[in-house]
């Protein structure tokens, strides 16, 4: 966190060390104390600062990049300084505020005719439902306390349904638990104290979604992807993905037995909750790199789906951020790497779950470390003009070299360019 300093305010410093001439050596400052952060920049030759010292690079938490945009705190970043968060990012991150904002996207694209925005009718169970034809990748979702009556409305349709309940600002498998009746639901209310209908506040809300309780399993155990996304714009909207995403496996089998609702080894797939477990293997920590993923699905299920599915795995990821560049304060001292996970179904449907803003830097592995190693390198080759000075005014347009391992999602520029 930001030091204090006797006889000054937090803000007091910041300003200060901001409105200081730029550092003759490259400087950084984080608010973490991990070893891979630090040691990439001070292997780069940069000088690692306190935040109300004058930096370069601030590798911060989201709650010191809120504040340093607050208007009320008087904070204007130079041109030599960047930040790893943009102003309002929360609109992704926040899981209420994730569903909302695609909803909304899909609204708007309707009311235009937008063919994107077309819907067809599915049998589900013994129900026809009207799903979106290119834009149905997120489980049905309701925020609690507010839609606690649809959902009840449409658990009592499928009442042999599970649901899977979150907090809406936790992380790391918090407070995550299922359901399959609204007794269960009920039963936690009482217990939790906090009462549907009236003592929700913000910082305990939840959503709830459709359980997707047909994962695809390999070895019969559940996983998800988590894949890493970095945008550098989102007006015009530009944004990269990294390939060496991975797996994440749960260390239990799959079971989807009511004995089994409430064991996290076998439903969640979070890295802090299996590695809790007894049957946790700490030599590859449960993962998979996202190419052997490939490699297995091209043996098992051929190359054409296969490429069809990571198709569209790129097209939830870009339509995810279509959605929420409107209402994300954009700001040229800002990148942001952000963590996508996502499951995949049986009949390899990607399901976007949810949204990380501050993937994990610490290493479970060897192999892990140095996958991050290797993000955080070419995240900064992405970032950094070619003369690997910070420049908030360089319109971030990297050469193929400097890329590394990202690849290109979406860079609305050239698409404009090309148009005209």
Not at 33 to 48: A, C, H, L, P, Y
Not at 272 to 296: A, C, I, P, T, W
């Amino acid at each position: 966190m930001i030091p204090f300093s006797n006889g000054f305010s937090m803000y007091g410093q910041l300003k200060q060390a901001i409105n200081n001439k730029p550092p003759r050596q490259l400087t950084f400052c984080t608010d973490f104390d991990k070893t891979i952060v630090i040691n990439t920049f001070i292997e780069r030759g940069w000088r690692q600062v306190e935040p109300t010292e004058a930096w370069n690079l601030y590798w911060a938490n989201t709650s010191n990049c809120r504040s340093i945009f607050n208007v009320g705190n008087g904070v204007s970043l130079n041109d030599y300084q960047l930040i790893n968060h943009f102003p309002k990012h929360y609109e992704l991150v926040r899981k209420d505020l994730l569903v909302r904002n695609i909803k909304k996207y899909r609204k708007e694209l309707e009311k235009e005719g937008n063919p994107l925005a077309e819907k067809c009718e599915v049998i589900q169970g013994n129900h026809k439902v009207t799903r979106y034809l290119h834009l149905d990748f997120i489980p049905v979702t309701y925020g609690l306390p507010s839609d606690y009556n649809l959902f009840v409305e449409e658990y009592r349709r499928y009442p042999n349904s599970k649901w899977i309940l979150k907090p809406t600002s936790k992380s790391q498998g918090e407070g995550i638990f299922l359901i399959n009746n609204l007794s269960r639901l009920k039963k936690w209310s009482r217990e939790s104290r906090n009462y549907l209908h009236h003592r929700f506040t913000n910082k305990d809300s939840y959503v709830i979604s459709r359980y997707i309780d047909n994962p695809l399993l390999i070895g019969g155990k559940k996983f998800d992807l988590r894949i890493y996304v970095l945008v550098t714009s989102f007006r015009p909207l530009k944004a990269y993905m990294f390939r060496q995403g991975f797996c994440r496996f749960c260390a239990m089998k799959y079971d989807t037995s009511v004995a089994e609702l409430d064991n996290v080894y076998v439903h969640l797939t979070n890295v802090s909750v299996q590695k809790r477990g007894e049957d946790y293997n700490r030599l590859h920590g449960g993962k998979l790199g996202m190419q052997n993923l490939k490699l297995y699905l091209e043996g098992t299920r051929g190359r054409e789906v296969t490429e069809r599915l990571f198709r569209e795995i790129q097209w939830l990821i870009v339509h995810s951020l279509k959605a929420v560049a409107p209402v994300i304060a954009n700001d040229r001292h800002c990148f942001e790497c952000y963590g996508y996970d996502i499951i995949i179904d049986a009949d390899l449907k990607p399901w976007l779950i949810e949204v990380n803003s501050s993937p994990s830097m610490t290493p479970t592995t060897r192999n892990d470390g140095i996958l991050k190693r290797k993000l955080l390198e070419n995240m900064l080759s992405v970032i950094l003009p070619p003369n690997g000075i910070p420049d908030a005014r360089w319109k971030k347009t990297p050469n193929d070299r400097a890329l590394g391992d990202f690849e290109l999602l979406i860079d609305e520029t050239r698409l404009c360019t090309e148009e005209s």
